[in-house]
């Protein structure tokens, strides 16, 4: 059986990504960020792409329409929340039961969920999946994603540099986002 392929027809993906996660990590262990055209298609190979769809928590003091149109004519849908600002200074903005609902809402169309990911909290996520036939593939830095999540993954990819804009988009002392 061909590389992509179930039987003679293309694999049916969808991909869930967890932008906060991934931000995050991008500027923090190679003060940069992930180029999601390439990340996009590396992921889908010669696949057939059904939903791609990018989870956004947004910052109220902080303009990311231009990032997010960018990813709109990428091809990527745009979920998007704003962060949620507690009365005791702490924040609250992720996107996990989201991306859970989703994924298991669409996952009867989808022989593949990709989940761009390093968060331990989808571990059970996978699990539910892949029982109900579902193969579960993790793309993510592989120094900030958590172990039980690359193992109960059906396949892991680790984001490589070649994923990330070449220029440096952070200086070791840039504090905002």
Request: hydrophobic share 40%; with cysteine.
């Amino acid at each position: 059986m061909a590389v992509g392929k179930i039987g003679n027809s293309p694999q049916r993906i969808g991909v869930f990504v967890d932008v906060q996660n991934m931000f995050y990590s991008a500027k923090a262990l190679h003060q940069s960020k992930i180029d999601y055209s390439k990340l996009l298609l590396e992921i889908v190979g010669g696949r057939n792409l059904v939903r791609a769809i990018a989870y956004i928590v947004q910052k109220p003091d902080v303009d990311q329409s231009s990032f997010t149109d960018a990813l709109c004519r990428l091809g990527y849908e745009i979920k998007t929340k704003d962060l949620r600002l507690r009365p005791d200074g702490t924040a609250k903005g992720d996107w996990d039961m989201g991306i859970a609902i989703d994924t298991i809402s669409i996952a009867s169309k989808l022989d593949t969920v990709v989940l761009v990911t390093g968060d331990g909290d989808f571990v059970p996520l996978v699990e539910l999946l892949k029982y109900h036939g579902c193969r579960v593939e993790t793309v993510s830095f592989r120094r900030s994603t958590a172990i039980e999540l690359i193992n109960v993954s059906t396949k892991y990819t680790a984001i490589e540099e070649s994923m990330l804009f070449k220029e440096k988009k952070f200086q070791k002392n840039d504090t905002t986002n």
